[in-house]
């Protein structure tokens, strides 16, 4: 008897956060929210509130994609993503691209 074909499997989105509308430090939910801590406050810039102040990152490589950010951020500001689009990404920002540029953002809002 043969085996039955495997189905390929879909990739697992991984959190991307629009640093453009993070409020970081006021809010940081993500950061508590998140079960691998993979998220930090990083930099200053004017956020959605109007003040400066310090933004989050996702660490691509510890971020699990239990969505748990995503879900309950109260900017709607962080994004599901696959992680080759992730790759595709730094490699645009590595050669100089604006980081609000490109198709990955056009399919996230």
Known sequence: MSEAPKKARKPRPI????PQGCSGEPCSVCISLCPV?????????????GHNHGF???DYDRCTG????WKF??????????????DEFRYAI????????GAIFANLK
């Open 66 to 69: 239990c969505s748990e950010c």
């Open 56 to 58: 989050c990152v996702v």
């Open 15 to 18: 959190a991307y956060i629009d």
């Open 37 to 49: 801590d993979c998220i930090d406050l990083v930099g200053t810039h004017r956020g959605p509130d």
């Open 94 to 101: 590595d050669d100089g691209a604006e980081p609000t540029s």
């Open 73 to 86: 951020c109260p900017w709607e500001t962080i994004y599901p993503i696959i992680r080759q689009e992730v």
